[in-house]
T-cell receptor, first 115, second 115 residues
Framework: GAGVSQTPSNKVTEKGKYVELRCDPI?????LYWYRQSLGQGPEFLIY????????DSGLPNDRFFAVRPEGSVSTLKIQRTERGDSAVYLC?????????????FGPGTRLTVL | GDSVTQMEGPVTLSEEAFLTINCTYT??????LFWYVQYPGEGLQLLLK?????DKGSNKGFEATYRKETTSFHLEKGSVQVSDSAVYFC??????????????FGKGTTLSVSS
């Protein structure tokens, strides 16, 4: 079946602009996660959805970042007033139930470059 | 908070050599442990996992045993191939951690295998 998909694959924007990154999880997966991966580092957690609600947003770095999942499927990560330090690969993952033992399946990521 | 420490790379081996990548963790609760792999140009994918002490995860000739007494989950393979060249990430998921079931990753270890 289809895996996790993310669009766009690459996004180049200018400092101060607004961007939206989209994630389409595996069908039937209730849990959805956003991570950010900087060069040479492991992915870092941003936010976790269980269904339509944000169950944990403790990883969001500041209030310029927020994410939605209005129908419990597709999610959008939104970044306002982008800064050069936001440049990274943004990864989305989904899992069946969101338990600690579940496997998380990752999308290919969106590479964001802020000029 | 919870954390994962894995050996720094790059690790450079000849084909058929034995591989060990060390991984240790600190956790508030009783975590599940994972190894993810990122092949060149591809997304993160699960290699193996273990959800309780003394469990051994295995896949594609790779193995790792969950050692609670030493808080370790070292990755091993008896005979590496050129196709194993990739970045390997150790990760944990801990319900008692602030971020709940989100994965906490190590920094990654780059493996390069030559023929």
């Amino acid at each position: 079946g289809a895996g996790v998909s993310q669009t766009p694959s690459n996004k180049v924007t200018e400092k101060g602009k607004y961007v939206e990154l989209r994630c389409d999880p595996i069908s039937g997966h209730t849990a959805l996660y956003w991570y950010r991966q900087s060069l040479g580092q492991g992915p870092e957690f941003l936010i976790y959805f269980q269904g339509t609600g944000a169950a944990d947003d403790s990883g969001l770095p500041n209030d310029r970042f927020f994410a939605v999942r209005p129908e419990g499927s597709v999610s959008t990560l939104k970044i306002q007033r982008t800064e050069r330090g936001d440049s990274a690969v943004y990864l989305c993952a989904s899992s069946l139930r969101g338990s600690a033992t579940d496997t998380q399946y990752f999308g290919p990521g969106t590479r964001l470059t802020v000029l | 908070g919870d954390s994962v420490t894995q050996m720094e790379g790059p690790v450079t081996l000849s084909e058929e050599a034995f591989l060990t990548i060390n991984c240790t963790y600190t956790a508030t609760g009783y975590p599940s442990l994972f190894w993810y792999v990122q092949y060149p140009g591809e997304g993160l994918q699960l290699l193996l996992k273990a959800t309780k002490a003394d469990d051994k995860g295995s896949n594609k000739g790779f193995e790792a045993t969950y050692r609670k007494e030493t808080t370790s989950f070292h990755l091993e393979k008896g005979s590496v191939q050129v196709s194993d060249s990739a970045v390997y990430f150790c990760a944990l998921s801990d319900l008692d951690n602030q971020a709940g079931t989100a994965l906490i990753f190590g920094k990654g270890t780059t493996l390069s295998v030559s023929s």
